[in-house]
């Protein structure tokens, strides 16, 4: 609550009225509403030591301050930090585990995450393994006195998977473990995993937060002061940090995030369901259909189901080949979160850098098919998908 002009306590702001407002100040010197680029490297110094906050560029910048304030307004954090890409913030939570440290990860995650962590990570002396963690037990068995921190994905990518947030969390700290969930999928708009228990949260900003396929970057959210002082020094000493024309477009594309998402779920529940009733479509991943394994979870831990859905045609990898490929207004392209709906195959496109024998095991067929679903006239979304799935047929 914040003091009224009469001293009377207000309602603490809306989560629309924090996308817009959060971490923003009209600029001083002009007045103008939207956040200046600062395109500086440097700063002037009073002198040695005296600044007014800012001495280079890497190590803080105003730009990027608004929009490490805006983001962790929206996902309910003292602490925000943004990074160059979201795998720049996923290394930098990793960058701060030491040799000999395990790392518990979920088995259904992005292809770029499970490369990093065991192509560049593992060199490095950080032990990582794998486990379905919709399965609690599967979840504790999996824990080693060496873990120091969970991994999570819910809703997962490419499957679509839900992880209950609030009893992992659980587990980790009986297990003297920190959780951190990707909240990349859900967005801050739809989950926040941090008021679940959760002790950081890392985003690829490109997706849901800046929302129109023009920008590139991540973030790593807390409320614990220790591992933000942490993160923040890999931050400077690292360098990964993202440019003052970035974190203005993601400062754009959250203003807009309560009303995206809303589109976005709106779109995916009526594809989806469109989806389960083809007869020409094996299988659908999406938590908002009653048929969903995680849909109760997802029902009390989000406020909407996403916009992300995968599902499997009937027939084999070369015919969800030639669909995606006969798509007209779903464009084949890497990415989600976008307003543009886009369409992929995981096997050889996103998830590629993992071995195939690892995604089979996880689930993840070499004929699974990813939508992100944008925010165009929805009836053309089934239509185009209709006409590409009887395209496939012929060969």
């Known amino acids: 609550m914040s003091p ?22 009209p600029d001083p010197a002009t007045g103008a509403i939207m956040t200046p680029v600062y395109l500086t490297s440097t700063y002037v110094q009073e002198r040695p030591e005296k600044h007014k906050g800012f001495d280079y560029a890497r190590t803080a910048h105003p730009t990027r301050l608004a929009l490490e304030r805006n983001l962790a307004a929206l996902e309910g954090a003292a602490f925000g930090l943004c990074f160059s890409s979201g795998m720049a913030a996923t290394s930098t939570v990793i960058e701060a585990l030491n040799p000999g440290d395990h790392v518990l990860c979920s088995n259904d995650l992005y292809g770029g995450t499970y490369r990093v962590f065991t192509k560049v990570f593992a060199r490095f002396g950080v032990a990582f393994s794998f486990v379905d963690a919709t399965d609690l037990s599967a979840v504790e068995a999996g824990f080693t006195p060496k873990t120091k921190l969970v991994w999570l994905e819910t809703p997962s990518n490419p499957l679509l998977r ?37 002790d950081i949260v890392v985003h690829s900003t490109t997706k849901y937060l800046g929302g129109h396929s023009d920008v590139v970057g991540g973030a790593v959210l807390t409320n614990n002061q220790a591992l933000h002082q942490e993160y ?32 976005h779920c709106e779109n995916a529940g009526i594809v989806a369901k469109h989806l389960l009733a083809h007869p020409e479509v094996a299988k659908v991943h999406y938590p908002g259909l009653p048929t969903h394994p995680g849909h109760e979870i997802a029902k009390w831990q989000m406020s909407g189901f996403g916009g992300m859905i ?43 850098s993992i071995p195939r024998e690892e995604r089979l095991k996880a689930g993840l067929s070499d004929g699974l098919i990813r939508l992100s679903v944008g925010i165009e006239t929805v009836e053309d979304l089934t239509a185009d998908l209709d006409s590409a799935i009887t395209a496939s047929l012929r060969p």
């Open 162 to 198: 839900i992880c209950d947030i609030r009893e992992i969390a659980k587990l980790a700290r009986r297990k003297k473990a920190r959780l951190c969930v990707d909240n990349t999928f859900a967005s801050p708009a739809l989950q926040q995993p941090l008021s679940m228990g959760a």
């Open 4 to 25: 009224g002009s009469d001293g009377q306590k207000l309602p603490e702001p809306g989560f629309a009225t924090l996308a817009v407002h959060a971490g923003q100040a």
């Open 310 to 352: 995968s599902f499997e045609l009937k027939g084999d990898m070369e015919r969800a080949k030639r669909m995606i490929s006969s798509c007209k207004v779903f464009s084949l392209a890497e990415s989600l979160g976008g307003v543009e709906s886009l369409i992929g195959h995981p096997a050889s496109m996103t998830h590629g």
């Open 232 to 263: 923040k020094f890999l931050q400077n000493a690292v360098g990964a940090v993202p440019g003052p024309l970035d974190c203005f477009l993601i400062l754009r594309g959250a203003k807009t995030l309560p009303l995206r998402m809303r589109a």
